[in-house]
């Protein structure tokens, strides 16, 4: 009976690894392609984790992933922004169709560039332009212009500045991707009265237990944080030295759009409250209602074929252009140094890839899924 036992036993464990082999040899192949260094892959389906894995890089240089490990989730920290705005919407605290000059003035007076030059928008700028990407807004410059915390040392001043900006185009006109979320930060410090992490920490990362997801590294906190593998036409290699941030603890312009570092963990469980409409292990922070609203189609993605755009976040319409067996409705949202994540609620499943690499690379957003839905499909 014994020898019976522990052959399925080893059955079970050789079928589960020939299951999600695909997904395997896509993590193998991004480092043996020199496309990233580390990397780690989850998938969580109906309740539990059904995939975890950490493909870790032999280079000197790199930096071997565990369960401490810290990543960079530049843009990836917009759709907790997103969360953070519809906490407030549904108290009743933000109206999206405010101007955005209700809660900072400054943005009274807002320029827009024309055919003949600089002049006053005839369009106020509102809370759903930037929820949406169709304030005009974009990013701006390198070193950043705005996205600063060299320049900036809190939110007000650098809404201030923001406002001075003139926008590409009267606000609402199309879809451009920018610096919205972190203005938006700034209209949830003047509505909470609170600086934007003391509320991000209080009514997203404590309910959630996201104890490692912040704004700063702390010298312990450098230990676990991955370095970057740069991989362009000029450079290839590992670096300490091009965090372009800060990550100053002193430092308090909370950037919502870019400024947040995190662990696997921590953003798993992010991601789980949002799979399960709002709700993590009893703590409710935000409504199915809510989540409907985030993933409705506002503009056509035009740098994502299939994909139409949400509140700050992609969602996916057109499956078939695509092209990873992903099914419609899938949403989530990418990071500049590769962090993905998507969330799937016709399969009951999310997933997450964490690494730490530039450029962006689309093989990562696409292939990861396809690899994922390929091993699903082995199942049935």
């Known amino acids: 009976m014994k020898k019976i036992i522990i052959f399925f036993f ?9 299951q ?30 059904r995939y975890h894995h950490i493909e870790n890089t032999n280079n000197p240089h790199g930096k071997a992933i565990d369960k401490n490990s810290i990543f960079p989730l530049w843009s990836s920290s917009k759709p ?38 600089i002049y006053k928008c005839k369009k106020d700028l509102t809370l759903f332009h930037l929820m ?11 070193p950043r212009l705005f996205i600063n915390t060299l320049k900036y040392d809190n939110l007000k001043d650098f809404a201030s500045d923001v406002a001075n900006q003139p926008v590409e185009f009267e606000p609402g006109l199309k879809y451009e991707y920018g610096i919205n979320m972190a203005i938006l930060g700034r209209v949830a410090e003047v509505v909470s009265n609170k600086n934007f992490y003391e509320f991000l920490k209080y009514e997203i990362f404590d309910p959630l237990n ?37 990550y100053d603890i002193n430092n308090k312009a909370y950037f919502g759009g870019e400024g ?8 798993s469980n992010f991601c789980q409250m949002l799979l399960n409409g709002g709700t993590f292990k009893e703590q409710k922070i935000i409504s199915q209602k809510s989540i409907d609203m985030m ?33 419609k409705g899938v949403f989530g949202w990418p990071g500049y140094h590769n962090t993905h994540f998507w969330i799937d609620p016709e399969n ?11 450029v962006f690379e689309e093989v990562i957003h696409k292939g990861i899924r396809k690899s994922v839905y390929e091993s699903l499909k082995s199942e049935k």
Request: glycine share 8%; with cysteine.
């Open 10 to 18: 080893f059955a079970s464990i050789c079928n589960v690894y020939s």
């Open 20 to 49: 999600f082999e695909k997904i395997e040899t896509f993590q193998k192949n991004l480092i043996e392609d020199e496309i990233t260094g580390s990397n780690v892959a989850l998938v969580f389906k109906d309740g539990e984790v």
């Open 80 to 117: 907790i922004t997103i969360v953070a705005m519809m906490i407030l919407h549904e108290r009743g605290l933000i109206n999206f169709e405010d101007k955005v000059s209700k809660y900072i003035p400054e943005f009274e007076n807002l320029k827009c560039k024309g055919d003949d030059g």
């Open 132 to 142: 949406t990407h169709r304030s005009g807004y974009t990013y701006y410059g390198n």
């Open 210 to 246: 996201m104890d490692q997801t912040k704004f700063h590294l702390t010298e312990s906190d450098r230990e676990n944080f991955q370095p970057l593998y740069i991989n362009n036409e000029t450079m290839k290699g590992f670096t300490n030295d091009q965090d372009e941030l800060s």
């Open 260 to 267: 947040l570092v995190s662990t696997l963990n921590d953003f």
């Open 295 to 327: 993933t409705k189609s506002y503009s056509l993605n035009p740098y994502d074929d299939g994909f139409d755009q949400g509140f700050g976040l992609f969602v996916l319409k057109h499956p078939d252009i695509d092209g990873t067996n992903s099914p």
């Open 348 to 358: 009951n499943l999310f997933g997450i890839f964490m690494t730490r690499e530039q």
